[in-house]
């Protein structure tokens, strides 16, 4: 059975969110994108009991408001929210950054390609990862949240 639960984008730079569009299009994933320009609306999503979990959290760290990893250390405190994965995708090349986010338990952590089809190929291979990826949680609610892709991919 595939799933429709969208995938939360926290991006402020509406070209980056536009790519990351584009490249979920292009690989023909069909779960609805979410987008959250920084942590604070990233957070108001996820708080909202009306909104669908989302399968994955694809995460930038440089944003206004409430970083990326501020908007981390909240989630992960969270019962509720701490088991939904979250990838970071940045052009932050620090060390100390993804030794922080790795501490934060995010599920990776991905430099942005500034070249779109290398940038599609990271996309294609973190969404092959969820897809194929057996989530540990039995909760009902949490079984199977993966991406939803067309069978053609």
């Known amino acids: 059975m595939r799933n429709s639960k969208p995938i939360l984008l926290l991006e402020d730079d509406t070209v980056d969110a536009m790519t990351v569009k584009r490249a979920l299009k292009d690989l023909q994933v069909l779960n609805p994108l979410v987008r959250a320009s920084n942590g604070e ?3 108001e999503y996820l708080r909202d009991t009306n909104n669908p979990k989302p ?11 409430m970083n990326g990893m501020e908007f981390l250390k909240v989630i ?10 979250a990838i970071v995708l940045t052009t932050s090349r620090d060390d100390q950054e993804r030794i922080r986010g790795f501490q934060l338990n995010v599920a990776g952590y991905i430099i942005k390609p500034v070249d779109y089809t290398k940038f599609v190929e990271a996309v294609r ?29």
């Not at 399968?55 to 408001?65: A, E, F, R, S, Y």
């Not at 990862?129 to 053609?152: I, R, V």
């Open 125 to 153: 291979i973190v969404h092959l990862y969820w897809t194929l990826s057996e989530m540990p949680d039995t909760d009902e609610e949490c079984k199977n949240e993966k991406f939803q892709a067309n069978s053609a991919s």
């Open 55 to 65: 399968c994955v959290i694809l995460l930038d760290l440089n944003m206004p408001k």
């Open 76 to 85: 992960k405190a969270d019962e509720r929210l701490k088991k939904i994965p």
């Open 41 to 43: 609306e990233g957070l």
